[in-house]
């Protein structure tokens, strides 16, 4: 890949443009730091802060910052190789897994891959299909013969199926220039019943998931909840109470915003252990 070498001006005006987002990530509060100031709310007590330690986070790059020198590092999602050198390709946190080199993105609009498992709300109903809303730049169509099993005459009125502001789990079996075709016809694809519904930044869905999953079944677990996490940043959340719920999405909630901590998930289930311990 050839990159056209930048002149001094415009590397100056593209930091400039960045420079108010990036400060923003970079004067980041350590995650101890929300706990104590939640605590101190509760108390009524004033924010008098000592000296701390600095929490350990990964590194913000910025596109066209080497990120790795070398031929022993590979290149991954968000850089290019330009000689020896990795550039980042794009605004984001720094990701070193082993020898491979990510640049994981902070923020953008959901893009639709195939095979994304995507939680949609039904906005639309055509003589033959569906249209959902998937929180994407494109929507989402779900076709009659992806939609049900069963034999539809025709005509017939698809709202018995799937209603308007209906919520479904379904997933991305195309993409195509008017749309993510839809399928329910999969392993735990459905209409949702009630329940919580968090929107998170579809980039901090990894996290949110976590390793093999690993995030996520803390948090079902510590608050016995039953939770899907679409790839479109939408996340439903079922508990026995609505308690339980507000504290599964408290978890998320802190998984998004300090997706940047190294050791979260030991983080988050102190954090949860600390809310059921006062109850």
Same mark, same amino acid.
């Given at each position: =890949?050839?990159?056209?070498?930048?002149?001094?001006?415009? =590397?100056?005006?593209?930091?400039?443009?960045?420079?108010?987002?990036?400060?923003?990530?970079?004067?980041?509060?350590?995650?101890?730091?929300?706990?104590?100031?939640?605590?101190?709310?509760?108390?009524?007590?004033?924010?008098?802060?000592?000296?701390?330690?600095?929490?350990?986070? $990964?590194?913000?790059?910025?596109?066209?910052?080497?990120?790795?020198?070398?031929?022993?590092?590979?290149?991954?999602?968000?850089?290019?190789?330009?000689?020896?050198?990795?550039?980042?390709?794009? #605004?984001?946190?720094?990701?070193?897994?082993?020898?491979?080199?990510?640049?994981?993105?902070?923020?953008?609009?959901?893009?639709?891959?195939?095979?994304?498992?995507?939680?949609?709300?039904?906005?639309?109903?055509?003589?033959?299909? *569906?249209?959902?809303?998937?929180?994407?730049?494109?929507?989402?169509?779900?076709?009659?013969?992806?939609?049900?099993?069963?034999?539809?005459?025709?005509?017939?009125?698809?709202?018995?199926?799937?209603? #308007?502001?209906?919520?479904?789990?379904?997933?991305?079996?195309?993409?195509?220039?008017?749309?993510?075709?839809?399928? =329910?016809?999969?392993?735990?694809?459905?209409?949702?019943?009630?329940?919580?519904?968090?929107?998170?930044?579809? !980039?901090?869905?990894?996290?949110?998931?976590?390793?093999?999953?690993? =995030?996520?079944?803390?948090?079902? %677990?510590?608050?016995?909840? %039953?939770?899907?996490?679409?790839? !479109?940043?939408?996340? *439903?959340?079922?508990?026995?109470?609505?308690?339980?719920?507000?504290?599964? $999405?408290?978890?998320?909630?802190?998984?998004?915003?300090?997706?940047?901590?190294?050791?979260?998930?030991?983080?988050?289930?102190? #954090?949860?252990?600390?809310?059921?311990?006062?109850?």
């Amino acid at each position: =890949m050839v990159r056209r070498k930048e002149s001094a001006e415009e =590397m100056r005006k593209r930091h400039e443009e960045l420079q108010k987002t990036t400060s923003a990530f970079t004067e980041e509060k350590p995650f101890e730091e929300r706990e104590e100031r939640d605590e101190r709310d509760e108390r009524g007590e004033r924010d008098e802060r000592g000296e701390r330690g600095q929490e350990k986070v $990964r590194e913000i790059v910025l596109p066209g910052q080497v990120v790795a020198k070398g031929l022993d590092f590979l290149p991954g999602d968000g850089t290019v190789r330009e000689g020896d050198d990795i550039i980042a390709a794009r #605004f984001g946190l720094l990701d070193l897994v082993g020898r491979l080199v990510k640049v994981i993105p902070l923020s953008g609009t959901y893009l639709p891959k195939k095979e994304d498992v995507v939680i949609g709300k039904v906005i639309e109903i055509t003589a033959a299909s *569906w249209i959902i809303d998937i929180g994407a730049v494109t929507v989402g169509m779900l076709g009659l013969s992806e939609g049900v099993r069963e034999y539809v005459e025709k005509y017939a009125d698809l709202s018995k199926y799937y209603n #308007f502001g209906d919520l479904i789990v379904a997933q991305v079996i195309a993409v195509k220039p008017r749309g993510a075709e839809l399928s =329910m016809k999969g392993s735990g694809l459905r209409k949702l019943d009630d329940g919580l519904i968090v929107r998170i930044n579809s !980039n901090k869905v990894p996290r949110v998931i976590g390793r093999a999953g690993s =995030m996520v079944t803390l948090i079902k %677990n510590e608050t016995d909840c %039953n939770i899907i996490v679409g790839q !479109n940043g939408v996340i *439903w959340i079922k508990g026995k109470n609505v308690e339980s719920e507000l504290l599964a $999405r408290e978890a998320i909630k802190r998984v998004e915003e300090f997706s940047h901590v190294s050791d979260l998930t030991e983080k988050i289930k102190a #954090f949860l252990e600390k809310v059921k311990a006062k109850k």
